[in-house]
């Protein structure tokens, strides 16, 4: 099963039923900034999440910036994917799933009854922990969410592929393969490559669950400078099980323990001035 709006492709093609199947692809520049919390693009206000009998996020309040990027850190199993795919509704298909609060992007409640989820995942792109490129060439991969929402012209599409191969810094590296099965390239660049294919399709938040965590360590570097990069253009959040790379990165940090917030703040603030004796033991390796 397939989806394009996000950069987690499991899901199926419903998500493309267009009204008008002449969607355009959404214009990078036209993304509002925000330096402040106090502007956040993205407002989480008492969400809960229970999956059957199991209290997974306990009254998540919390507000998260556009481009800049925010790590959310904590131990397994303390609910930091569950908030990630909360985020951009792939909590939709877990069974026997109950939400309750609100999250709001550009003041848009992506839980409103009459929300279309399709717009909603095409603003909060998913790059998942193990890369996962389509069955189809480099070229086709980054195209291929671009023609679900309409982009026909072979002359835009050149230019679509390119540049985003270009942010995802892998063009160098396959511009004379385009047409060769993206298969053949290697974790680390199937990884940039299904970079590319989301950014493709105009995001607003880049959402990344462990997204190097199953890659080499200079393919994680790369990915990372990546990030750092694409934070100009993008609001970044990241779950990410290693602090050394939150420490590296990130501009904001939320520390989650047991499905709630226990601090948020800058980086420099959590890491170096932690308010919580929680938080405190969690930097110093007293549980991980």
């Given at each position: 099963m397939i989806?394009?709006?996000?950069?987690?492709?499991?899901?199926?093609?419903?998500?493309?039923?267009?009204?008008?199947?002449?969607?355009?692809?959404?214009?990078?520049?036209?993304?509002?900034?925000?330096?402040?919390?106090?502007?956040?693009?993205?407002?989480?206000?008492?969400?809960?999440?229970?999956?059957?009998?199991?209290?997974?996020?306990?009254?998540?309040?919390?507000?998260?910036?556009?481009?800049?990027?925010?790590?959310?850190?904590?131990p397994s199993g303390c609910g930091k994917s569950t908030l990630l795919k909360t985020i951009n509704r792939l909590i939709d298909d877990v069974p026997n799933v109950k939400i309750d609060g609100s999250i709001y992007v550009d003041d848009e409640d992506i839980y409103g009854k009459k929300v279309e989820?399709?717009?909603?995942?095409?603003?909060?792109?998913?790059?998942?922990?193990?890369?996962?490129?389509?069955?189809?060439?480099?070229?086709?991969?980054?195209?291929?969410?671009?023609?679900?929402?309409?982009?026909?012209?072979?002359?835009?599409?050149?230019?679509?592929?390119?540049?985003?191969?270009?942010?995802?810094?892998?063009?160098?590296?396959?511009?004379?393969?385009?047409?060769?099965?993206?298969?053949?390239?290697?974790?680390?660049?199937?990884?940039?490559?299904?970079?590319?294919?989301?950014?493709?399709?105009?995001?607003?938040?880049?959402?990344?669950?462990?997204?190097t965590s199953a890659l080499d360590p200079i393919s994680s570097q790369h990915i990372e400078n990546m990030f750092v990069k694409l934070k100009e253009r993008y609001g970044i959040i990241l779950v990410t099980h290693t602090l050394r790379q939150a420490l590296r990165i990130a501009d904001n940090v939320v520390f989650v323990y047991l499905g709630e917030v226990i601090e948020t703040g800058s980086a420099d603030k959590v890491f170096n001035n932690p308010e919580h004796e929680l938080t405190r033991q969690y930097l110093s390796g007293v549980f991980s």
């Open positions: 989806t394009v709006p996000y950069f987690n492709f499991n899901k199926t093609f419903r998500s493309f039923q267009l009204k008008n199947g002449k969607e355009s692809i959404a214009n990078d520049e036209k993304l509002l900034a925000s330096d402040s919390i106090k502007n956040a693009n993205i407002k989480i206000s008492n969400l809960n999440v229970t999956i059957k009998d199991n209290h997974i996020l306990k009254n998540i309040s919390l507000e998260i910036p556009d481009k800049k990027i925010t790590c959310i850190i904590g989820i399709t717009h909603i995942r095409k603003k909060l792109g998913l790059l998942s922990q193990r890369p996962t490129p389509l069955p189809m060439s480099i070229f086709d991969n980054v195209a291929f969410g671009c023609r679900i929402h309409g982009t026909k012209n072979k002359k835009a599409l050149q230019k679509i592929v390119e540049q985003n191969l270009i942010n995802a810094g892998l063009w160098e590296e396959v511009k004379d393969r385009l047409h060769t099965s993206a298969s053949d390239l290697s974790i680390g660049q199937q990884q940039r490559l299904c970079l590319a294919r989301g950014l493709a399709v105009g995001p607003q938040f880049i959402l990344g669950d462990e997204a």
